[in-house]
């Protein structure tokens, strides 16, 4: 598949962000931050998005300790993913997600001493960012494959 959107998830217990992009052109935007406190709840909002956004494919970021070793989180962002897959017959890609919640900070740290304060507002921002960093490598990793 080399044309259409993509929705990529970095998934979390408390929250989820969610980030849109084109594979034609590889090139990723935060889309936002889901609150869900249960399962359904997150799922209602991505039917939501899935219905809005008709993607072709989705990506959920799999966090791994620095090493690469899997952890508890691994498990539950793999868990999601084939949920996923499952629910909405679309393929899914896992894709590795180490440092994307740091660079997100970093970002906004910077464009908070840049003088735009409403970009580091809140935490939530931070996940919708680091799924936007998640898809944009698989963008880039796309495009050097």
Same mark, same amino acid.
């Given at each position: 598949m080399s044309l259409g959107t993509v929705l990529a998830f970095d998934y979390g217990v408390k929250r989820t962000g969610v980030a849109s992009g084109e594979l034609e052109i590889g090139v990723a935007h935060p889309l936002v931050t889901l609150h869900a406190e249960t399962r359904a709840a997150r799922l209602a909002a991505i039917d939501r998005l899935v219905a809005e956004w008709q993607p072709g494919l989705l990506v959920v970021g799999l966090p791994l300790?620095?090493?690469? +070793?899997?952890?508890?989180?691994? %498990?539950?962002?793999?868990?999601? $993913? !084939? #949920?996923?897959?499952?629910?909405?017959?679309?393929? +899914?890609?896992?894709?590795?997600? %180490?440092?994307?919640?740091?660079? $997100? !900070? #970093?970002?906004?740290?910077?464009?908070?001493?840049?003088?735009?304060?409403?970009?580091?507002?809140?935490?939530?921002?931070?996940? !919708?960012l680091a799924a936007q960093i998640i898809l944009q490598g698989f963008f880039d990793e796309r495009a050097t494959a």
């Open positions: 300790h620095p090493d690469g +070793v899997e952890h508890e989180l691994t %498990r539950a962002a793999r868990n999601f $993913a !084939a #949920e996923l897959e499952d629910r909405y017959k679309l393929p +899914v890609f896992l894709h590795d997600e %180490r440092y994307s919640s740091t660079s $997100a !900070a #970093e970002a906004c740290r910077s464009a908070q001493h840049g003088g735009n304060r409403n970009v580091a507002k809140s935490r939530t921002s931070l996940d !919708a």
